[in-house]
């Protein structure tokens, strides 16, 4: 860092005093407001208020077969061909399920432990130690059930094209009880980041030592982009085949910001013999999911195109949001050098680094004034950001005006404890 | 067996050469029956037409908060309050699901291998071997799970009163390797069996080797009573509680033979400690059940009274089934001495014994007229029947004329092989 010249820190002293000031003011307003989870706002919700009345009678018999009963374990046909566009594969590739993705995952997880991937059929455990490589910062729920299943995680830096891939393929080559990687590859939780094409080739690529090594492709935005300056990203179950590993990655999405995060449909995609081992396997476990929550979605949106023009209703609502808070940090943090931000196209959030060393502090000084933030670290395995620099700002949930104080707010917050650090140094 | 004198010998001859001939002529009806399962029937399901449009945007604004959004991983208040009668537990020792019991059973034993039960908390898998206690017959995809998991079976033979019980308490008070039992403790399926008071209690306080010993309760057919003649089950939490052993007892039911088999709701219930130590390992799973479909639920039903009516009127579609197939297996085999069926007063399904060594054939020959039945042997463990003797009849689906030529057709089947090997002997 550049010693700072006497000039430039009497400057900072001043705006340093001034934040301890403003601290003071926010602190005798009593706020209350949470920003800790990326929730769609309950303006988000009543786009799809139609989606509740969507389903009668007549929709249900004039069905092929009678989704009101047992059966049909890998969802039913209609639903299969909204949604296998959005996620860029067939109608064979893909199994409709409950309302919960991240249960997907674990489901997936689960048998791979117990049983093992389709195909090898070695129960990972059986291996003995099973680590995952979690590029960070990421998902803190994927990194949970890591933790809580035992699973050894291994960060890997992420850039602005997606994970390190230089230490990717390093570990993957060397290291068989490595069975795992966690990406989400679109407008990434909570960089915002999309994973360059080369980035997705190299992970379809990619020499892997354990032969049951398994993508896990949390495509939670697929859709989700906050204007018409959109990311790309490359279907990796394509470059899986064009690579030869036609069965290394699972893809999951879900409606849940699309539609209800409380009632709407989860979906996997992967290979056609993937999927036939995951149905055979998930025959065991239920007898078949809510299919007519499937056909309620199906009669509301009826084409994908649909759903796309649906999820412009979520951006008019979230553009303003992040444009708003990327503005107030850049008015209130713009020029000096104590935070960076990421400016995504899509997703839910804005990472927000500070100093390194200040994000615990940061995030401590909200709490004490009202403004409830994801924890500090909790972008990180095991919750430990080796920085200890990241937070993650969820800007969906809060009304405008309440965004506008709670950013504020952290901009103060950020000020009192990454200028004093810069002051003392 | 008593030897048969020449006159009855020669009677039962003619018998089994008109049923030849009578299979002939059903054969030649080329007949597609299918009673494999245990499904309602489309006229049952038409009683719940009223919850496919039960929400409306209105509802969901009454609530105390947005069930349109993540969280409330235990399911809505207001849909414990509604079941929590039908199982007869507090509202904090519930769990309200997704779709399926199965499925939430399956998670439980999940947990159990690889977390351990709440309160002991040691991974089941840890000991090495689990087996599992299973009265038989039973329910298939109970032995599925334990099949399908390396789960060991141990079978247990039934009584009228449930299952044999000195074996079970002599069994689990030795092996700590026995984790749990299988229990259908009402209507059970197959044979309609209503455990009782004694049995309970002896479940409840029976001495087990295994500290984390535990019954998985599928109550699946709690108020699914054919009649106002209804049997009474015990209490098995307050047993448990008043034997000491108050976390002993894994409880699930489903409203999936109540509303929709494919878009019910399926609920846990257990000791408050055990709820919330599942409630914990959940967290890492989910962030909630469809609580929309609950609320649907809820408002369909109103309470707990309105659940009982809607039974009467499956009963009323249910009850003349059930009397049909009796009436023809007494009419058609009444006086035979080679079958013998159950009666029971709720439930899905009629459990009929043939002659030792008869039930496969008699299934075989059923299939190749045209009549699907469940394979014989599925309701014992590993699909084997040691007496190859039980048939499970399913008099749910078909309508009343199918049924009456399915189960005339199966009595033919029985008589053919059972009186072939009759007058062998």
């Not at 399920?97 to 689960?110: A, E, K, R, T, V």
């Not at 989400?184 to 994973?195: C, H, M, W």
């Not at 195109?305 to 990327?326: G, R």
């Not at 200040?358 to 395995?381: D, M, Q, Y």
Request: proline share 5%; hydrophobic share 40%; glycine share 6%.
């Amino acid at each position: 860092m550049i010693k700072l010249t006497a000039k430039d820190k009497e400057k900072l002293e001043i705006i340093y005093k001034k934040a301890l000031d403003q601290y003071d003011d926010y602190k005798a307003l009593n706020l209350k407001l949470n920003m800790a989870r990326g929730k769609p706002s309950p303006e988000q919700l009543d786009i799809s208020t139609d989606l509740i009345t969507a389903l009668n009678k007549a929709d249900i018999d004039s069905c092929s077969s009678d989704y009101r009963n047992y059966g049909m374990i890998d969802g039913i046909p209609e639903a299969k061909e909204l949604f296998a566009p959005m996620l860029e594969v067939s109608t064979k590739e893909i199994i409709i399920g409950g309302n919960s993705s991240l249960n997907m995952m674990y489901d997936i997880i689960i048998k791979a432990l117990i049983k093992g991937v389709p195909g090898v059929n070695i129960p990972w455990i059986s291996s003995g130690k099973v680590k995952f490589l979690c590029p960070s910062p990421g998902y803190d729920r994927h990194f949970a059930i890591c933790e809580n299943l035992g699973i050894e995680m291994i960060p890997i830096e992420m850039t602005q094209f997606g994970p390190d891939m230089d230490t990717v393929e390093r570990l993957t080559a060397n290291d068989e009880s490595i069975k795992g990687i966690w990406c989400v590859p679109k407008y990434s939780n909570p960089e915002g980041i999309t994973y360059s094409d080369e980035v997705v080739d190299r992970l379809a690529s990619m020499k892997t030592k354990a032969e049951d090594f398994r993508i896990f492709w949390d495509n939670a935005y697929a859709v989700h982009h906050l204007s018409d300056k959109k990311d790309d990203l490359k279907n990796v179950l394509k470059a899986c085949k064009e690579a030869g590993n036609p069965d290394r990655v699972f893809i999951f999405a879900s409606t849940s910001k699309i539609t209800f995060p409380g009632a709407g449909i989860a979906m996997l995609a992967s290979s056609e013999d993937n999927i036939n081992g995951i149905k055979k396997l998930m025959s065991v476990q239920t007898i078949g999911p809510d299919k007519l929550n499937e056909l309620r979605h199906v009669k509301y949106f009826n084409s994908y195109e649909n759903i796309l023009l649906h999820m412009k209703k979520h951006a008019s609502i979230l553009k303003p949001k992040f444009d708003l808070v990327i503005n107030i940090l850049q008015e209130q943090l713009g020029d000096m050098e104590i935070a960076w931000w990421s400016k995504p196209n899509g997703g839910y959030f804005i990472s927000l680094n500070t100093l390194d060393g200040c994000a615990k502090e940061v995030v401590k000084k909200a709490e004490e004034a009202g403004l409830t933030l994801t924890n500090a670290g909790a972008t990180f395995p095991y919750g430990k950001d080796p920085k200890d620099k990241n937070i993650r700002i969820a800007p969906s949930y809060p009304s405008l005006n309440e965004l506008k104080k709670a950013i504020e707010l952290l901009c103060i917050c950020v000020k009192i404890v990454c200028l004093k650090k810069k002051l003392e140094e």
